[in-house]
């Protein structure tokens, strides 16, 4: 196996990402490490927020919602996982798993941001993040949740069967055009490029290829125990809790339910199905989840 590290010049003319470089140095096990990239902007001693992204896609999701968040007084961070964006990946599909996601992730966020912080996660960005509030509430604020779950087998639907398959056999599997497509808001060509920047070839997909197949939404599936112990905590967490959900999303947009009505830090607050919004909605309504995020971390005492 390689651990591919994407020319930087791919990233050359990513449109609307000012945003400097930061790395960390991630243990991957088997004795191997990978640099990770991040996103790191505001004043260092702000309160924090985390911005998880999801499958395929890296922090260039963010763009358009960082400087607002920026604004209003926190310090935004937002993490390339490994496999994804200018982060290095390994080559092999069958390394990756969602363990070692949630092992990677946590070494980034206990060494550069280990104070409680405000959370907000979509797609694959919540399979990781919401474990994270239920194994460890107390380091976590607040929450705003997108297109989110945090599955423990059952019901699968049609259209999450029919992106694990295409994830795992379509030869024509481009980036960019996946997010195109799961967006209400066009997208123009440079950002089409922007989404296909992170992968010039097939080798360096294996990450994107992968995640759907880790879902765990069959039972025996690895991380099912491990989401079911983590729903302990979550169900218990009394941070505010948000969920901002896409009614265009037809693979998430309606499991906004299985979070609000089972949280103890949703209760009452505004939940809401956003229109003309899709899987990604951070595409289609970065000012609104901006916002939610604002009005949960007010809520919380986190930001003044």
């Given at each position: ?5 994407t020319?930087?010049?791919r990233f ?6 000012p ?30 927020v ?44 069958s390394?990756y ?6 092992d ?9 941001e280990?104070r ?23 380091r ?23 992106w ?10 481009v980036i960019?055009d ?8 066009p997208l ?11 992968f ?11 995640f ?8 025996g ?8 112990a ?58 609104e ?5 604002v009005?949960?971390?007010?809520k ?5």
């Amino acid at each position: 196996m390689e651990i591919l590290r994407t020319p930087a010049d791919r990233f050359a003319d990513i449109p609307d990402y000012p945003f400097a470089e930061n790395w960390f140095t991630v243990g991957l096990g088997d004795g191997l490490t990978a640099r990770q990239h991040y996103v790191d902007e505001g004043d260092k001693s702000a309160p924090p927020v985390l911005l998880f992204h999801g499958e395929p896609s890296w922090s260039f999701l963010y763009r358009k919602m960082i400087p607002l968040l920026v604004d209003a007084g926190f310090r935004v961070l937002a993490p390339d996982l490994i496999g994804f964006g200018k982060s290095d990946k390994p080559s092999d599909i069958s390394f990756y798993t969602y363990a070692r996601h949630v092992d990677w992730l946590k070494q980034w966020r206990n060494a550069v941001e280990p104070r409680p912080a405000a959370l907000f996660c979509q797609d694959w960005g919540s399979l990781l993040g919401l474990r994270m509030v239920g194994q460890e509430p107390e380091r976590f604020t607040c929450v705003v949740a997108s297109n989110a779950a945090l599955p423990v087998g059952g019901k699968i639907t049609d259209a999450f069967l029919a992106w694990r398959e295409f994830a795992r056999t379509s030869p024509d599997f481009v980036i960019g055009d996946l997010l195109q497509r799961a967006t209400q808001t066009p997208l123009s060509d440079v950002e089409v490029a922007a989404y296909n920047a992170p992968f010039p070839d097939e080798a360096s997909k294996a990450g994107a290829r992968a995640f759907p197949q880790l879902v765990p939404v069959e039972d025996g599936m690895d991380g099912i125990a491990e989401n079911l112990a983590a729903w302990e905590g979550l169900a218990n967490f009394e941070g505010p809790f948000l969920t901002l959900f896409g009614e265009d999303d037809p693979v998430l947009g309606s499991a906004a339910p299985m979070l609000n009505t089972r949280i103890a830090g949703a209760k009452g607050q505004p939940h809401a199905m956003l229109s003309k919004c899709g899987h990604f909605s951070q595409e289609d309504r970065p000012a609104e989840l901006a916002q939610g995020i604002v009005d949960m971390a007010r809520k919380a005492g986190h930001l003044a």
